[in-house]
């Protein structure tokens, strides 16, 4: 194990390579040459101990520069399975790459495709990703396939903008708007259908991400997970800058700590009969509590009758920080306040007076405490090939499962051209490790390409709701 000192920018950092620069003494081995760390005798970084918050560590730690030749048969490990993770793995796989996806999904991947169904009520929603549009020949071609087989559909409800007081303004129905089928989660289950050489393992938290002896190797609390060539982090959030804090990823770990990330309420909620709102799905604007609501039943199951009718409704950012919680234990003051607050906005934003919405018989709130970003380098993927570490995800070109999808592809691509070179010219491969960020537009729930230009919506046709 050979020491460099490599300076970052206002940082003087010790970085480590991994591999001899000359024989190595059986006889005399240095403590970083010796036996891999374990759970009972962990290595301890020096620069560690003092570090007060996760900022100063992944500025200050020590850079990983692995030069130990590659495996034969080079394997990825990726963490995360959500669009861009599953994304990667696959395109990996078009290119020879075997890659283990670790999730922490419990009832399966998807990330934010998600869907939630509730027995026995037969009860369905879509809590996460509402709907997708395609811009991209790429992407298109993986949509294309999910026709094919029936998984998704064109949505062919009517979306618009909602504005307060009950002025319903349609968007227009071009570019394409999709939904799966039986909702967002069995797409994620499509692309893993499509793969032979991708592993998953989940549910898993990986919490330690150790170099040694050229190979990334990962553990769970402890509990090893393997050795890899490569990792990939296709999550975002403080999970994801925990691991990275004390990782050797220095660059990786600064860029991920620029991102910043909005938080969203979301509340399902059924309702015994259908409401008297003759749209699907709409933007809300000038509402406090509320950025979206979606009828799951008529998008989903196409009922118009008498029934149950299940609906999602989306806050603000804005109200979400502002109502901000640990979101694995939310307390209960708080998810009541939330629902009434965003009943409330329903309320407003419909033209109706305070009160006369029917009362759901089943409700549940949920907070995306990192839900979408804010800001964005505008790049494809980010890669250290010094560390044999990337990132992928929608956040770097946008907030949409098509930026996801293309971010996963081009990090795919990218390692797999690394590995081709047989690491020899490393500096070539570096990407995204010092762009800037710049603020991000959309909607509060996302971007989505080409849909509703100003000069669109200034044609369409408004309906006035409130009674």
Request: with cysteine; glycine share 10%.
């Amino acid at each position: 194990m050979a020491t460099f000192f490599t300076t970052l920018p206002k940082t003087l950092t010790l970085t480590l390579v991994s591999g001899s620069l000359s024989k190595p003494n059986p006889k005399k081995a240095s403590s970083m040459q010796g036996q891999k760390p374990t759970s009972r005798k962990p290595r301890k970084a020096s620069y560690g101990a003092s570090r007060k918050s996760i900022l100063k560590k992944s500025f200050n730690q020590e850079q990983v520069m692995f030069t130990a030749p590659l495996s034969d048969d080079p394997a990825v490990a990726i963490i995360g399975g959500g669009m861009a993770g599953l994304s990667c793995a696959l395109y990996l796989e078009k290119r020879g790459v075997r890659s283990t996806v670790f999730d922490t999904g419990v009832h399966g991947l998807g990330g934010r495709m998600g869907t939630r169904m509730i027995d026995p009520q037969s009860l369905i929603f879509d809590h996460a990703a509402q709907f997708f549009t395609v811009g991209d020949p790429r992407f298109a071609q993986l949509v294309d396939g999910w026709l094919e087989k029936g998984l998704v559909q064109q949505w062919q409800g009517m979306i618009g903008e909602l504005e307060v007081g009950g002025q319903f303004v349609p968007l227009p129905s071009l570019p394409p708007r999709y939904i799966g089928v039986n909702g967002m989660r069995p797409l994620a289950d499509s692309i893993l259908s499509q793969t032979t050489m991708v592993n998953v393992v989940r549910p898993c938290w990986i919490s330690k991400l150790d170099p040694f002896n050229g190979m990334w190797h990962l553990s769970e609390n402890g509990k090893p997970h393997g050795q890899y060539d490569a990792i990939v982090i296709a999550h975002n959030g403080k999970c994801a800058n925990h691991l990275l804090a004390s990782s050797g990823l220095p660059l990786v770990a600064r860029q991920m700590k620029k991102l910043e990330l909005s938080s969203i309420w979301a509340l399902l909620a059924a309702f015994e009969d259908p409401l008297p709102i003759p749209f699907e799905g709409a933007f809300v604007k000038g509402v406090d509590s509320i950025s979206w609501m979606a009828n799951n039943t008529k998008k989903l199951l196409h009922s118009l009758g008498s029934g149950p009718h299940c609906w999602t409704f989306f806050s603000t950012a804005a109200f979400g920080k502002r109502n901000k919680v640990p979101q694995e234990n939310i307390p209960t003051v708080t998810a009541e306040k939330v629902k009434e607050a965003m009943l409330a906005g329903v309320e407003t934003a419909l033209g109706h007076s305070a009160g006369s919405l029917k009362r759901p018989f089943y409700t549940r709130v949920q907070l995306w405490g990192a839900a979408l970003p804010t800001n964005t380098p505008g790049i494809p993927c980010i890669f250290d090939p010094h560390g044999r570490a990337g990132i992928c995800g929608d956040w770097l070109m946008g907030s949409s499962l098509e930026a996801a999808s293309l971010s996963g592809m081009a990090l795919a691509n990218h390692i797999a051209d690394y590995f081709q070179s047989g690491g020899a010219r490393p500096d070539e491969f570096a990407v995204g490790l010092h762009n800037e960020f710049h603020p991000l537009e959309g909607h509060d729930i996302g971007q989505f390409p080409g849909l509703g230009s100003k000069e669109q919506t200034d044609e369409a046709q408004a309906y006035q709701l409130s009674t």
